[in-house]
């Protein structure tokens, strides 16, 4: 099979200096947003279109008068998978000019026929506002069979699926239109308005040539949807064209309208495909609208299906779910201008497979990394910082890479052992510097409760290990009182939920459960405990598991009230409103504090 092997460009969009970008088929390119993933595949779409243009109006055997001077125009507007509203905006930073001269935008593909790869190489000038100039360049001008293939190559782009309007206001119909006119509806990013348009070429496809293509869509759809999907019908009264499935259950035909993102996703996709075979399919986001499970189906039919009618296909995505299917393949990951193919990195490879390849991706995004008990923990560390005002919050609200991981190394149990074999990292210092070793910023905190067991502390210059004095971080702030101040809120008059009494009950069950977890059924130290300083209150639960014990008054209200809870464990930060400022202990000040110095990131 020929296909082309990698991609090199200069000054196009994001890309200042020139980037090598390897392609194998599939070929992913992986990133966070506007790091340049889609901008990759608009650059092969835009050589594409040049290599034909200055082919068809340049390139056809003529006297050989100097042709590497002749350059081609392309019109804007001709430019269907890149639609810009001025040419400069193909340029890096919209800059087109260096004083009097024109920056040149290339475009360099590597081309590989018969086991043979050779570069093909195109330079954009600009021209105007509406039109660029494109041309060969001195070498690759000089070799006609080259360029005479490469304009027969074809290239496609797939945006993801739009979405086709539902509901009273849906259109179940669509006008037949020619293959250029839904090339600009897909230029346009518009591929709802052409679904049925697209699922039609492959239905008189089959007739012209007798082949089964929409066949084989309708067993894929069915056997990952359950539906029966319908072929599309060409109404010739109207002229238009409708499109239905059938449901389990639902008596009458459904229009395609009506079916989920995911399915309209996956269908666009096959049909796409089966439409332009033996060609190079650049397909953006193709996990768009799907779950994991399904993100990880579409990877596997853009594969089969690529394979089996003779296309290459090149993916950009931001999924980290697909990260390891595409690893032993052709796996790029584009950041900061920088491309690295993670396929070649065997080492890496190697030493995260216990890992995943995607805790890599997200340390090099985001070097900074913090270890904790639960997904609790950060909600009750985010409404802390903001209680008091600390610049933490910055750090806690942003992309941060949490992992929930219990400090258990020292621990040798048959369970502990159990969940390494399965993959699971109780070892955190293991994974920390794993990864480090790829990602030499990166930087880590780990935060853990005590679980009334006496910790030390250890600070490195890279990663820091801390413990709370007390019991468990829920200990800081959930208290009887805190507890009941929070039912006084939810009871009173204004709010018309529950009466007084209910009010008066909820504070009865602290009491009972403060009996039996606290002083053994002893009612004289509950009544000292009631009337002693907040300080003592604090020291006499330091050794109590304040979150099961909220738990457990929630619970008992919640059964003697015959009513949901009130408030799950999930959601105990929501607590920290009733504890006032000055109360809260200098400790978490103190560890805010040691967050945000490990986990800030440099001032560019």
């Known amino acids: 099979m020929n296909r082309i092997r990698y991609v090199e460009i200069e000054n196009f969009k994001t890309f200042s200096s020139k980037l090598h970008i390897d392609l194998e088929h599939p070929a992913v390119l992986i990133g966070p947003n506007n790091a340049g993933k889609t901008s990759v595949i608009q650059a092969l779409s835009l050589w594409s279109r040049g290599v034909k243009s200055w082919y068809e109006k340049k390139g056809a055997p003529r006297k050989k008068e100097k042709r590497e001077r002749l350059s081609a125009g392309l019109n804007r507007l001709n430019i269907l998978d890149v639609p810009v509203s001025e040419t400069r905006f193909f340029w890096n930073g919209t800059r087109v000019r260096k004083g009097n001269t024109y920056i040149e935008m290339v475009i360099t593909v590597g081309i590989e026929r018969d086991g043979i790869t050779k570069d093909c190489r195109l330079i954009f000038t600009y021209r105007d506002t509406e039109v660029i100039y494109c041309k060969p360049c001195p070498v690759t ?10 304009a027969e190559m074809q290239f496609h782009l797939l945006y993801p699926m739009s979405g086709i309007m539902s509901g009273i206001n849906a259109d179940t119909e669509e006008t037949p239109l020619s293959d250029g006119r839904i090339n600009v509806f897909l230029g346009q990013g518009q591929t709802a308005q052409v679904l049925r348009n697209i699922c039609y070429k492959v239905v008189e496809q089959d007739n012209d040539k007798g082949t089964k293509d929409w066949d084989e869509i309708t067993k894929l759809i069915k056997r990952i949807f359950l539906i029966d999907l319908k072929a599309p019908i060409f109404n010739e009264t109207r002229g238009s064209l409708k499109m239905g499935y059938k449901q389990a259950g639902v008596e009458s035909e459904l229009d395609i309208s009506l079916a989920g993102r ?5 269908l666009l996709i096959l049909a796409y495909l089966y439409w332009h075979k033996s060609s190079i399919l650049l397909v953006d986001e193709p996990d768009a609208h799907l779950e994991i499970l399904r993100q990880k189906q579409v990877y596997e039919i853009l594969k089969h299906v690529a394979a089996k009618n003779n296309c290459q296909v090149i993916i950009a995505t931001h999924s980290e779910v697909i990260l390891d299917d595409a690893i032993d393949t052709n796996l790029t990951m584009l950041l900061h201008g920088e491309a690295v193919n993670l396929a070649k990195q065997q080492d890496m490879k190697n030493a995260l497979r216990s890992f995943g390849i995607e805790h890599y991706y997200k340390a090099r995004v985001h070097p900074r990394i913090l270890y904790i008990e639960g997904s609790t923990d950060i909600e009750i560390l985010r409404a802390l910082a903001e209680k008091l005002g600390h610049r933490a919050v910055d750090v806690l609200n942003r992309e941060l890479n949490c992992y929930y991981t219990r400090n258990i190394e020292s621990e040798d149990s048959l369970e502990n052992r159990l969940d390494r ?5 109780c070892n955190f210092k293991s994974h920390f510097f794993t990864i480090k070793k790829f990602v030499p910023s990166l930087k880590g905190v780990g935060l853990f409760d005590s679980d009334g067991r006496s910790h030390l502390d250890e600070q490195q210059d890279d990663l ?3 413990y709370w004095r007390k019991y468990e971080l829920e200990n800081y702030f959930i208290s009887p009182d805190v507890l009941c101040d929070f039912a006084r809120t939810k009871f009173s008059p204004d709010k018309r939920l529950l009466e007084f009494s209910h009010s ?3 504070k009865e069950i602290v009491d009972r459960c403060l009996l039996e977890d606290v002083f053994s059924h002893d009612e004289q130290q509950l009544a000292e405990f009631h009337k002693a300083s907040i300080g003592l209150k604090r020291t006499l639960l330091r050794s109590i598991k304040m979150s099961e014990f909220a738990q457990k008054v929630f619970q008992r209200f919640s059964q003697e009230m015959n009513q949901p809870i009130l408030l799950n464990k999930g959601d105990f930060y929501q607590l920290i409103q009733f504890v006032d400022s000055s109360e809260i202990s200098e400790e978490i000040k103190e560890k805010l504090d040691l967050l945000s110095d490990y986990l ?3 001032v560019l």
């Open 141 to 150: 001008v000089q070799d006609d069979d080259l360029l005479h293939f490469a």
């Open 262 to 266: 995911g399915l309209q996703q996956i």
């Open 421 to 425: 074999v399965g993959g699971a990292f």
């Open 464 to 466: 820091a290990v801390a």
């Open 504 to 506: 008066r009950l909820f």
């Open 600 to 602: 800030e990131l440099p």
